[in-house]
């Protein structure tokens, strides 16, 4: 039996983040299972791809969805369809032409994911400053070459930044669309719908491999029919530009069950579970010298979910933070946390398996030198 041990790759756990260097999820069974189901039959891909589509429109009420292998790649596809709209001749001119190919964006928008505007042969085109942006500067960076606006959602971003309400005003004046990245944005829920219908932007991006527990390769393209039609246009099956993305059948049953799942939990329950985890946390850390356990929150995405915070004083602990992060990750099992520059920790109970929450609390103990004995 193949298994990551058989491999002699050790599975860790995750109390840092849905990252993709870490695995991004893991997946529930239900999802596994359409997975499965799917992987049985041969299909019509294009038919399959709109049909899967509608569903998570409805579910997430838009008015169309495509499904893409990620986050990124749904900035790739959907902006080669705001440069090239379902037109098959301004698609065989990729990447350079058609001229329509400048994408604007906040300069405290700016994050490790835009190349992926390049890879769709746009041209970053940035506005304001990492603290503040004026309407007119908005105004200034629009013309005749302006294929959308990429505005990358979260309240982390917001300080250096135009409202989305106002971008899309200002944008949609001069019929510019806006590309809303959510990839992190879950929970709340109403997200799903939020970007879109409540703020007036003409696609939302979602990571399906996140918090949604959807396969690792998947992201929710939503928003506007006109502009969903011409990210079909440029994506697989057929042999275009965004060809080298593709999602299999498999991936769009995955998701599509993976939404269903997501929009039926009660995700109240679950805050009350992760509140519950880090006040344990803090009760089994409060006597620690030279550590300060406390809740953080909102999380790294301005996610309503509340992490654990470590703060060390190394002359009294005896440790510095970043040693403590890779004391953990070198321990057995493996425990990924979270550096917070610059003397602390950040552990998140949302991603873990029962059981797991009582080891992490164990293992700090034992790193931070007490074994469990109060002082
Ligand atoms: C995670 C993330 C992405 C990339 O998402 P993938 O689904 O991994 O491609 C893009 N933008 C933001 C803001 C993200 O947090």
């Not at 039996?1 to 069974?29: F, K, Q, R």
């Not at 709109?50 to 998570?56: A, N, Q, T, Y």
């Not at 301004?90 to 990447?95: D, G, I, K, N, Y």
């Not at 790294?300 to 992060?325: H, K, N, T, W, Y």
Request: aromatic share 4%; glycine share 8%; charged share 20%.
């Amino acid at each position: 039996m193949i298994s990551y041990e058989e491999l002699g790759v050790t599975p860790l756990i995750n109390a840092d983040a849905h990252l993709t260097a870490l695995g991004g999820s893991t997946m529930p069974d239900e999802v596994i299972a359409a997975m499965q189901r799917a992987s049985k039959s041969f299909v019509d891909v294009v038919e399959l791809q709109e049909s899967v589509g509608r569903r998570i429109a409805d579910l997430t009420h838009n008015e169309a969805c495509y499904v893409s292998s990620g986050a990124a790649a749904g900035i790739v596809l959907s902006v080669l369809a705001c440069r090239t709209g379902d037109d098959v001749r301004l698609v065989s001119q990729l990447p350079d032409r058609p001229p329509k190919r400048e994408v604007i964006i906040h300069s405290s928008h700016r994050i490790p994911y835009d190349p992926a505007v390049r890879l769709a042969g746009g041209q970053l085109v940035t506005i304001g400053n990492a603290m503040q942006t004026f309407f007119w500067e908005l105004e200034a960076a629009i013309n005749d070459r302006t294929a959308a606006v990429l505005f990358v959602a979260g309240t982390h971003l917001a300080g250096g930044s135009l409202s989305l309400e106002d971008t899309v005003a200002i944008a949609h004046r001069a019929r510019v669309p806006v590309i809303v990245d959510a990839a992190a944005q879950l929970p709340p829920i109403e997200n799903l719908w939020h970007f879109t219908r409540n703020a007036g932007a003409d696609i939302a991006l979602f990571s399906g491999g996140k918090a949604l527990g959807g396969p690792q390769p998947t992201g929710l393209i939503l928003g506007r029919s006109d502009l969903i039609r011409a990210c079909a246009q440029n994506g697989a099956p057929h042999q275009r530009f965004a060809r080298a993305m593709k999602t299999g059948k498999e991936e769009m049953l995955g998701l599509l069950a993976a939404v269903d799942r997501y929009l039926k939990l009660d995700h109240q329950s679950l805050g009350r579970q992760y509140e519950q985890t880090v006040a344990e946390w803090i009760g089994r850390l409060a006597d620690i010298k030279g550590v300060v356990a406390e809740r953080a929150y909102p999380n790294e995405a301005a996610q309503p979910i509340p992490r654990l915070r470590l703060r060390l004083d190394a002359a009294v602990c005896g440790m510095f933070a970043s040693d403590l992060v890779a004391k953990l990750r070198a321990g057995h099992p493996p425990i990924a946390i979270a550096f917070d520059p610059p003397d602390a920790v950040l552990v998140t109970p949302d991603m873990l398996c029962s059981g797991e929450d009582e080891t992490i609390a164990c293992r700090l103990r034992d790193e931070l030198g007490r074994r469990g004995e109060p002082q």
